[in-house]
């Protein structure tokens, strides 16, 4: 598969992130960007927007990006650190490659809004099993 | 506010665990459960439960947990470790207080299927506002 | 290799535990307890026990209690919450297995006080190695 | 307390570092770094430098770099991801600052090898203290 396969399979594949309104919009080895545009639904009862929002639109960009080779990774650990809310407008969070070996890989991820104010930084590490991510069955249209 | 309506309050104003069928089953002092049937849409590309609605989950029953006291209290640090992948079923997640000063509270919370499999464990740690929880501007209907 | 074996290794092979007074003093499948007496060297500039003293004495019963089996684990990511400082008396941190696959496995550590009070909670995973703990090359003394 | 003073502090009154071979090599508002020559005392039983000896190490510049403003900081939160081992030669850390507002302040933390290599990753949270760093009692020394 090559990058733009990749990253039109997790926007068409990703259930939980497209019910939520988020998308890649950028992928290459060991870096992917997901974007969301706030709206009422990504918010939690004090009127911001939704740790687990945020660690979604993280944990989209982090699994694109580990996933950037073509080798099927699955998540094992993660940890995120909110710095401050947000109501409204469009929120990015960019994933980078920090560390690979054969069997494991951490990833960064920073989310910004539009104006570049750092809302949370994310840290994850996967587990890279030896099937290829297009050995999974039955792709969902 | 009694733990009753801060029950009901979560369950009415957090809008992304509701949007995610996420409802808290359970609240009592330093303690709260959250539950979700699993649905297509909790799935990621893998057809496993996604990382971001087990997280949110956790969040949310975290959240109910660190505010039963009725005082205002904001995650500013989680971490979630993954075990295994869920497909269907019911999930528990079970927030607990590990630990509490005037400004800081940590948490813990298992993430467990209907037959008592752990999925997923999750720590969290609050900041403690002086503002009660009511004093939220606008509640929502 | 049996417990006493394993626990022997450790108390005599871990320098850096050692060199700052940390020892095993029980281990069994899956579980570990290690031990200090708070010395002067344990403190950091405010004259309260050093986070890194505390990281040590809760890594030590991690890596003991997750090469319990004999075979070889290593730390890939770990976490510590302090909750509260301590200049003197018997510290003790004990390891409980969480979770374990064929490859990985998680363990919760809490530090605790003489008098039962809680000063910290770790986590962490370990890889685990194919190779028999007693593979390793050279045993010192 | 100007940097120099601070660094000097950090270098005389943390006890646990000296004990462990570690110093302050630079400090400035929001960045320290921290040093060690690694030997045999820094090893855990499998001959590789120990987490805890990374941990101290990353802990330190943290240290150090939160409380550059001269206000008490205090760590309440930490995480370290263990990429690779080293054996021996000269490992740094250098904190940065990622974030900061009244209360609370978080900061990045990488340990390198002498070749530039990158052996861990720590992410670090502080809550910070309205009294300044040498308000604290009885400075040893």
């Keep these: 598969m090559d990058f733009a396969s990749i990253q039109a399979f997790f926007n068409r594949a990703d259930s939980f992130a497209r019910h939520n309104g988020m998308s890649i919009t950028e992928l290459r080895d060991g870096f992917a960007r997901a974007e969301m545009e706030l709206q009422p639904s990504h ?13 979604t639109l993280a944990d ?19 940890s995120i650190s909110i ?13 980078r490659r920090v560390s690979e070996s054969a069997k494991l890989a951490s990833y ?27 050995a999974l069955p039955a792709w969902p249209e």
Tied chains: 1, 2, 3, 4.
Excluded: C, W
């Excluded at 911001?48 to 660690?55: N, P, S």
């Design 108 to 134: 960064e991820v920073a989310i910004r809004t539009a104006g570049g104010d750092l809302l949370a930084a994310f840290q994850g590490m996967v587990y890279r099993k030896a099937a290829p991510l297009d």
């Design 60 to 78: 989209f960009a982090f699994a694109a990006a580990s996933n950037s080779s073509g080798r099927l990774a699955l998540s094992i650990n993660s």
């Design 83 to 95: 710095y401050q809310g947000a109501q409204e407008g469009r929120l990015t969070a960019e994933a």
């Design 43 to 55: 918010l939690n009862g004090a009127r911001t927007v939704h740790g687990g929002a945020l660690f």
